[in-house]
């Protein structure tokens, strides 16, 4: 049987890279031939359909068809290059609807993820990116020799506005940052608004709110978009410089909207639900994918993994995310990464090596669970990445008692 999609087969055809969006897919088929599918794959995710159709349908297709230019049965790769005119300038939502649309529901998929986009220069530069970076970053706090070093405050549900504020004390007593917890909002027992009075309030009497010395808290305005501009505009009048997003579960259109209010703070963006998308190496899309899309919508501090703890994602795959975001894109801000998930201070030296100093390492429990409490926690987490950064083993650092503990307790000897 012929292919209906041989036309849509441009394999090793020079394309033009400044006009066409290039996504890599990984594609496996039943029932049809490899090629078929991988046509069928870039005709409808660009103008084909299933029949013919009218409407100088030759004309159009010409200008907007994409082209599948790689092709690899073996390893089930397939490169589709998709003309700019496409899409709409700046506009996420309409572009993944496009590119990850109706392809993944085709009922002779039996293995479908997006592995990378590359996108050229004039994409890149419809969106204005990240508020701060990392340099941003660094200059609010002051930091600029070491990873940022942060906690989510636990238990992550059930405290008061006002002991949140408290824990949040603890933590700024030796780090850097605190950030709301994923599904923290405004609940019965921490009303979002007393929090951010609370929080805030208590930062301005410490002087954690001065440029150059400020300590973060990330506060999550995530909900429905009138709500989310209402609480960024309360958290920006009361002088909060860091507002938190949950990117997948908000939306990117959520994301951009946030940025594109010209708050000026910090855009801190947690995955949650990423792993709905990305976990499968056969049906999804991957992680890289993700972080690109956060950081043109204007993520300053992204969650990207740890390699340790309990989270999956293995070091060739979180280094090549959090190279990227720390990379040069067209002039867009860098993204500063954060590794977070089931760490505790003995996983600093592991967490330095691998993943680097433009970082911030972000601990729940392996603060809040120390023997002593968040005070000591915190003071363990600084003595141990003081420690990484010097190369000493942590059992062999002086004058370090709170690491000692959080050492015996995570990591006994013997």
Same mark, same amino acid.
């Given at each position: 049987?012929?292919?209906?999609?041989?036309?849509?087969?441009?394999?090793?055809?020079?394309?033009?890279?400044?006009?066409?969006? $290039?996504?890599?897919?990984?594609?496996?088929?039943?029932?049809?031939?490899?090629?078929?599918?991988?046509?069928?794959?870039?005709?409808?995710?660009? #103008? =084909?359909?299933?029949?013919?159709?009218?409407?100088?349908?030759?004309?159009?297709?010409?200008? *907007?068809?994409?082209?599948?230019?790689?092709?690899?049965?073996?390893? =089930?790769?397939?490169?589709?290059?998709?003309?700019?005119?496409? $899409?709409?300038?700046?506009?996420?939502?309409? $572009?993944?609807?496009?590119?990850?649309?109706?392809?993944?529901?085709?009922?002779?998929?039996?293995?479908?993820?997006?592995?990378?986009?590359?996108?050229?220069?004039?994409?890149?530069?419809?969106?204005?990116?990240?508020?701060?970076?990392?340099?941003?970053?660094?200059?609010?706090?002051?930091?600029?020799?070491?990873?940022?070093?942060?906690?989510?405050?636990?238990?992550?549900?059930?405290?008061?506005?006002?002991? !949140?504020?408290?824990?949040?004390?603890?933590?700024?007593?030796?780090?850097?940052?605190?950030?709301?917890?994923?599904?923290?909002?405004?609940?019965?027992?921490?009303?979002?608004?007393?929090?951010?009075?609370? #929080?805030?309030?208590? %930062?301005?009497?410490?002087?954690?709110?001065?440029?150059?010395?400020?300590?973060?808290?990330?506060?999550?305005?995530?909900?429905?978009?009138?709500?989310?501009?209402?609480?960024?505009?309360?958290?920006?009048?009361?002088?909060?410089?860091?507002?938190?997003?949950?990117? /997948?579960?908000?939306?990117?259109?959520?994301?951009?909207?946030?940025?594109? @209010?010209?708050?000026?703070?910090?855009?801190?963006?947690? @995955?949650?639900? !990423?792993?709905?998308?990305?976990?499968?190496?056969?049906?999804?899309?991957?992680?890289?994918?993700?972080?690109? *899309?956060?950081?043109?919508?204007?993520?300053?501090?992204?969650?990207?993994?740890? #390699?340790?703890?309990?989270?999956?994602?293995?070091?060739?795959?979180?280094?090549?995310?959090?190279?990227?975001?720390?990379?040069?894109?067209?002039?867009?801000?860098?993204? /500063?990464?954060?590794?977070?998930? =089931?760490?505790?201070?003995?996983?600093?030296?592991?967490?330095?090596?691998?993943?680097?100093?433009?970082?911030? %390492?972000? $601990?729940?429990?392996?603060?809040?669970?120390?023997?002593?409490?968040?005070?000591?926690?915190?003071?363990?987490? /600084?003595?141990?990445?003081?420690?990484?950064?010097?190369?000493?083993? /942590?059992?062999?650092?002086?004058?370090?008692?709170?690491?000692?503990?959080?050492?015996?307790?995570?990591?006994?000897?013997?």
């Amino acid at each position: 049987m012929a292919n209906p999609y041989n036309h849509y087969l441009s394999v090793n055809e020079a394309v033009d890279k400044t006009k066409h969006i $290039f996504v890599t897919f990984t594609l496996g088929v039943t029932g049809e031939a490899f090629d078929r599918t991988a046509g069928g794959v870039a005709a409808e995710s660009s #103008v =084909g359909t299933w029949t013919d159709v009218g409407l100088e349908e030759k004309k159009i297709w010409d200008r *907007l068809h994409a082209k599948v230019v790689e092709m690899d049965e073996k390893n =089930g790769k397939v490169v589709v290059a998709y003309p700019l005119d496409l $899409f709409e300038a700046g506009n996420i939502s309409q $572009f993944l609807s496009s590119i990850a649309g109706n392809i993944f529901g085709l009922k002779e998929i039996t293995k479908l993820r997006i592995e990378d986009i590359e996108f050229p220069e004039v994409f890149v530069n419809a969106f204005p990116g990240p508020a701060l970076g990392i340099d941003g970053i660094r200059k609010l706090t002051g930091i600029t020799d070491r990873p940022l070093l942060g906690s989510i405050i636990k238990p992550k549900l059930g405290l008061t506005s006002a002991q !949140h504020a408290e824990a949040s004390m603890n933590v700024y007593s030796s780090l850097d940052l605190v950030k709301d917890d994923e599904n923290l909002a405004s609940m019965t027992f921490d009303n979002f608004y007393t929090r951010v009075d609370e #929080v805030t309030s208590r %930062m301005k009497e410490k002087g954690y709110l001065d440029i150059g010395q400020a300590k973060i808290h990330a506060f999550n305005i995530s909900a429905p978009y009138d709500e989310m501009l209402k609480r960024g505009n309360y958290a920006f009048d009361h002088n909060a410089n860091c507002l938190m997003l949950d990117i /997948l579960t908000v939306g990117f259109s959520g994301v951009q909207g946030i940025r594109n @209010r010209r708050f000026g703070l910090m855009l801190h963006g947690h @995955r949650a639900m !990423h792993a709905a998308f990305t976990r499968s190496r056969e049906f999804g899309i991957s992680m890289l994918v993700i972080a690109k *899309l956060s950081r043109l919508a204007g993520i300053d501090s992204l969650h990207t993994g740890t #390699v340790v703890g309990k989270m999956e994602g293995g070091k060739e795959e979180v280094v090549a995310i959090n190279e990227f975001l720390r990379s040069e894109w067209y002039g867009l801000k860098t993204t /500063l990464p954060v590794a977070s998930g =089931g760490l505790h201070p003995g996983m600093i030296p592991d967490l330095y090596k691998y993943l680097g100093r433009d970082l911030l %390492m972000n $601990f729940g429990g392996g603060i809040h669970g120390h023997p002593d409490g968040t005070v000591a926690g915190a003071k363990a987490v /600084l003595q141990a990445t003081r420690a990484a950064m010097a190369k000493t083993k /942590l059992r062999d650092a002086k004058d370090s008692p709170e690491l000692q503990k959080a050492l015996d307790k995570w990591m006994p000897k013997g």
